[in-house]
């Protein structure tokens, strides 16, 4: 950090343009791209369901499906000897 203080000092006041341009594009610049690229990678794929799926499986004793958070449960052409469950329980954020 204080090599980075001193630097800029120097760049303000020896008016050093080609270190200026050379700070902008080593520093600026990729931290830009890098916001960009969270702000995108954050919204991708935000309308999608989460889901659980079990299809055509044989259970020889009882099935538990749970989820932590909302979403969707499926259970098709399945044996289960003993019971089904399927659980979805909503985690409540405690706000301070």
């Given at each position: 950090m204080a090599a980075l203080i001193n630097v800029a000092t120097g760049m303000l006041t020896q008016k050093w343009t080609l270190a200026w341009i050379a700070f902008v594009v080593a520093i600026v610049v990729p931290a830009a791209v890098m916001q960009a690229w969270l702000v995108v990678a954050d919204h991708r794929g935000a309308d999608e369901t989460p889901s659980q799926i079990v299809e055509d499986a044989s259970v020889g004793?009882?099935?538990?499906q749970e989820m932590a958070d909302a979403g969707t449960q499926k259970a098709t052409d399945v044996r289960v000897d003993g019971d089904l469950s399927q659980i979805q329980q909503t985690r409540r954020r405690r706000f301070r």
């Open positions: 004793q009882s099935m538990r």
